[in-house]
Each structure stands twice: as C-alpha cells, then as structure tokens.
C-alpha cells in the first residue's frame, strides 16, 4: 500500500535501504565497542563504580537510592502540580481566546506567544528571581512550579483550542440554535469533546514536563532528580574518592526513560481507546432505526 507521502519502494530501493541500514548498524556497533574499550582503559568498568547504583548487594547501594529517591518525589511531585496548574490555566486561556472579542483578543494572543517564544529555563529563572523581589517568598518547589506552568500553561491552551477547532460546527451551531449561550457551549459540548480527543496529546505534554523539571537546577535549594544525583557524585569524591559521574547520570536517564516511555504507552492505549469509542459512536449513529428495517420477504411485515 503506497504512503501518502511518499512512493512505495521498489526492489532497489529496498536493496539500497537495506544496505544502508546495515552499514549504520555496523558503524555504531563498532563505535560502542570503541567507546567500552575507552571506558574500561580509564577503569570506569570497575564494579567498584556501579555497585552504588545498581549492585543491591554493595553497601552504599540502599543509601545511594534512598536519596535518589528523594529527589524523584520532588521531580514527580512538581511534575503533578504543573500538569493540574498548566491544565486549569491553559483550559482558561483557550477558552478566553476563543470567546474574546476583537477588543481584548489581542491580550490573550500576546500573552500565548510571548510565553511559548520564551526557553522553559528562562521563566523557570524569572520565577525564582523576580518573585522575591516583588516580596514573593515561597518553598523552592513553587518556584519551578511556576516557572513550568508559564511554559506549558500556553502549550496546552493551543492544544485545547485546536481540538475544538477539530470538531464539526454544526454541533456549536445547533447548541446556539436551542438558546445555549457560547460559554455554555463550551463548557457543555465542545470542550468535553476537545479533552478526549486531544488526550494523548496532553499525556505526550506531560512527558516533557517531567524532563522540563531537571532544569531545576537553577533553583537555589532545591533537590530535584538530577541534583540529588549531583550531590551523590559529590559525595562520593570528596568521601570516598570514587568519582562516579557516569554511573550516576546512566541510572538518572534509565529512570527518565522508563517514566517517559510508561507516559507514551499510556497514551497510545488512550488514543487507541479513544479511537475505538469514536467509531463505535458513528456505528451506532449510522445504523437504521430498528422500527424502519424491512421485516419479511419483500418488506412485508409479518
């Protein structure tokens, strides 16, 4: 079956890709066996090195994750309260860009593209630095909260505002037809409707959330993933005189990954679920009503 994008290949192309494939495949291999000859010449193989992190029988092993720990909490935690605060936001935002008048829409619109042309780290930085000066003082925790929501808050505005833009009007038009205001459209009809259908969109923000809240790093006092494994290499080298950066961020990212990639999941069984639903609906909308199905030969009810 040919591809909207592109032509189905044909017998050379295949043969082309296929060798081509192989040769990247042979490249990179030789490249990580480059690369684990390097390590193991600078000891970096030693189990010395990766028993803290993933030897359970090493006797650092427990306390080395117990702290790690403690920094997820806090990753998963200010994860959590960005995607509840850049969700309630973002609806608000989306739903005032779309209700708004021409007057004040502009407003709205400014606010969105000033916040999603701005690096995450950069809001991050502004939150923990010019909330204080403002006498704003909070838990170091809030300020990355904040920070990410300003960043993500826009994202999902336009997330939610394109699923509504995704669905028919002839719903929105027979709502106002009944006497619905347009908030009340919205609120009743459109965005249940946006929600289901941009929800693995949503879930796929959420990946990036989490990844966004290793950037916490520029927060003074504040003990996020990535940090507290800083402080364990710190540690390490400066008390036992095991210098074990790369162990420490090689467990950091699988735990990254493996977070990430349930997220992903969990939004593909979404969108499956999603899909399903939907043409169950349209099945259901398309069948005959049962009294106007023939009964009988010829139409005859008998």
């Known amino acids: 079956m040919s591809s909207v994008l592109y032509d189905a ?4 192309a295949r043969r082309n890709t296929l060798i081509g494939t192989v040769i990247a495949v042979v490249l990179l291999a030789g490249l990580v066996v480059l690369a684990v000859i390097q390590l193991g010449e600078n000891g970096q193989l030693d189990g010395e ?29 200010a994860a959590a309260l960005t995607l509840v605060l850049a969700l309630a936001i973002g609806t608000a935002l989306a ?37 204080p ?13 904040i920070g990410l929501t300003a960043y993500n808050c826009v994202i999902i505005a336009e997330i939610v505002r394109a699923g509504v833009n995704a669905l028919p009007r002839g719903q929105s038009e027979a709502a106002y037809a009944v006497g619905l205001t347009r908030f009340q459209v919205l609120r009743i009809i459109l965005l249940p409707q946006a929600f289901r259908i941009m929800l693995p969109a949503l879930i796929s923000q959420l990946v990036v959330i989490v990844k966004d809240t290793s950037l916490g790093f520029v927060i003074f006092g504040f003990s996020e993933f990535v ?19 790369l162990q420490m961020y090689i467990a950091v990212a699988l ?9 992903s ?38």
């Not at 993933?54 to 935690?77: I, K």
């Not at 069984?269 to 398309?286: C, E, P």
């Open 133 to 145: 000066e403002f006498g704003i003082s909070l838990p170091p925790l809030w300020y990355l909260v």
């Open 227 to 245: 940090r507290t494994a800083n402080t364990v290499i710190q540690f390490f080298g400066g008390q036992e005189g095991i210098n074990l950066p």
């Open 49 to 77: 090195k990766w028993g803290p992190a993933f030897n359970p029988a090493n006797q650092y092993f427990v306390a080395t994750w117990s702290a790690l720990g403690d920094g997820l909490v806090n990753t998963v935690v």
């Open 255 to 263: 735990v990254f990954i493996l977070i990430n990639y349930a997220l």
């Open 265 to 302: 999941k969990l939004a593909e069984y979404v969108q499956r679920r999603t899909s399903r639903a939907g043409r169950a609906a349209r099945n259901k909308d398309a069948a005959p009503p049962a009294e106007l199905a023939p009964v009988g030969v010829g139409g005859a009810v008998t």
């Open 9 to 12: 290949p044909g017998p050379r």
């Open 95 to 131: 739903v005032a860009r779309i209700t708004s008048s021409r007057a004040y829409r502009w407003l709205v619109v400014s606010a969105i593209e000033l916040f999603r042309g701005l690096p995450v780290v950069i809001t991050i930085f502004l939150a923990a630095r010019v909330l």
